[in-house]
């Protein structure tokens, strides 16, 4: 046979209960690690974070198919397994080698996308969080990567005299290099959103590879299982002959 290094039918059913309860208690730590992430301001626009949210979210019911497989000893449950774990790790295997392939200027085209999906107020409870004032500049351009007023910065406040950029005030059409670069706040958010995004994008792609290759392990057990049962069926049949 194929998979003659197993033991027996036995401990390859145990090894397949024993990766499914992991990949349930990992589901749930990856979802739970992904919904934090995701309720933090701009980061919850990347579409990045919404599929590796829908892998964790397929991983959890997959692994109680696998689970009650195992379990009943079910070609048919089995089958079903091995028809949704195999796609399951061909997304979640593309989409942890994009993470980790990103580099810093693909991360900004990230970022960016997300602060041009965002609200103003997404982006001002972005800056209050990060204590920063616009993504590249402090001036407030009515434009996709544009920013609400930044009055409540403390950059903004312990300014001696109100800047226009501040109160909201900057138009379109009057707006000029000495106005922006006049502003008193000088930290910009796309340093400091990109800085926690990268280890988010490393340490979520990093779990979902790890991931992939225990759903290939899955994937031979389930196989090895259906075979030895096969095994087991066909010995038991022929001493009734």
């Given at each position: 046979m194929l998979y003659s290094f197993w033991c027996n039918l036995s401990s390859t059913r145990m090894a397949l209960l024993s990766i499914n309860v992991a990949f349930l208690l990992a589901g749930i730590a990856l979802r739970v690690a992904i919904q934090l992430t995701i309720n933090s301001p701009v980061v919850s626009k990347i579409n990045?974070?919404?599929?590796?949210?829908?892998?964790?979210?397929?991983?959890?019911?997959?692994?109680?198919?696998?689970?009650?497989?195992?379990?009943?000893?079910?070609?048919?449950?089995?089958f079903m397994y091995l028809l949704c774990t195999f796609p399951l790790c061909l997304i979640q295997f593309s989409v942890s080698c994009s993470c980790l392939a990103a580099d810093s200027n693909q991360i900004k085209t990230i970022i960016e996308a997300g602060w041009n999906r965002a609200g103003d107020a997404k982006r001002a409870e972005a800056q209050t969080k990060y204590k920063c004032c616009g993504l590249y500049h402090s001036g407030y351009v009515s434009d996709p990567l544009g920013h609400p007023p930044c009055s409540e910065q403390d950059c903004c406040t312990q300014a001696k005299v109100q800047h226009l950029c501040c109160i909201n005030k900057l138009n379109k059409s009057t707006i000029s290099s000495e106005e922006i670069q006049s502003c008193p706040?000088?930290?910009?958010?796309?340093?400091?959103?990109?800085?926690?995004?990268?280890?988010?994008?490393?340490?979520?792609?990093?779990?979902?590879?790890?991931?992939?290759?225990?759903?290939?392990?899955a994937i031979v057990l389930s196989i090895a299982m259906r075979d030895l049962m096969n095994l087991n069926f066909d010995r038991a049949r022929a001493l009734y002959r």
């Open positions: 990045l974070l919404d599929s590796l949210d829908a892998c964790s979210n397929s991983l959890i019911p997959i692994s109680i198919v696998g689970f009650a497989g195992a379990w009943m000893k079910n070609h048919t449950v089995l706040c000088t930290d910009f958010c796309m340093e400091k959103i990109s800085d926690k995004f990268t280890v988010i994008v490393c340490s979520l792609g990093t779990s979902g590879l790890l991931l992939s290759f225990a759903e290939v392990a």
